[in-house]
T-cell receptor, first 116, second 113 residues
């Protein structure tokens, strides 16, 4: 595997379910991100992890719970979601701290989530 | 705060037409600027970037020049193909080191044969 991978690619869940999205980066980066992409809205940054510490949480509801067990893996745990949470969830990674290429975020293909 | 504004879409062109997608930004200091592309059913891919004023980023026939005097980073391509149909996002990263990208709302490009 190369780049940033995300599983599953598609997920349908009921409002009472609990599920998790997984992201893995194979680029040796030290920062990872979750974004939400809804139709007709700008990309919304949800969470940022740098060196496995959460450094940003953009007022995301507590029904979304991120976890970063190491610099290569990032999870988004979902519970009691609402239909308006249906969206494409994108993971990205980057190398923070300066140096060549440190500005660039690399994205995974996303998980298309539908909440019934 | 920092922000990015892109032209509204969709943009519909015939094959081999000239493309311009406008992007302007507001930021303090000296941000880095990016264009990302999202093909149908996929995530975002970096298309090109520029990290300082007057830099020109280029890739796959696309170009954009970092213009600090007009705070712009317009995307251009001389001859578009059907395969260029996608959503294009302009983005900036501020001069702090938080790594946070600010995205524009995206511009859909449709190229017809």
């Amino acid at each position: 595997e190369t780049g940033v991978t995300q599983t599953p690619r598609h997920l349908v869940m009921g409002m009472t379910n609990k599920k998790s999205l997984k992201c893995e980066q194979h680029l040796g980066h030290n920062a990872m991100y979750w974004y939400k992409q809804s139709a007709k809205k700008p990309l919304e940054l949800m969470f940022v992890y740098s060196l496995e510490e959460r450094v940003e949480n953009n007022s995301v509801p507590s029904r979304f719970s991120p976890e970063c067990p190491n610099s290569s893996h990032l999870f988004l745990h979902l519970h009691t979601l609402q239909p308006e949470d249906s969206a494409l969830y994108l993971c990205a990674s980057s190398q923070d701290g300066g140096g060549p290429g440190s500005d660039t975020q690399y994205f995974g293909p996303g998980t298309r989530l539908t909440v019934l | 705060g920092d922000s990015v504004t892109q032209m509204e879409g969709p943009v519909t062109l015939s094959e081999e037409a000239f493309l311009t997608i406008n992007c302007t930004y507001t930021a303090t200091g000296y941000p880095s600027l990016f264009w990302y592309v999202q093909y149908p059913g996929e995530g975002l891919q970096l298309l090109l970037k520029a990290t300082k004023a007057d830099d020109k980023g280029s890739n796959k026939g696309f170009e954009a020049t970092y213009r600090k005097e007009t705070t712009s980073f317009h995307l251009e391509k001389g001859s578009v193909q059907v395969s260029d149909s996608a959503v294009y996002f302009c983005a900036l990263k501020g001069s702090s080191n938080t790594g946070k990208l600010i995205f524009g709302q995206g511009t859909t490009l449709q190229v017809k044969p």
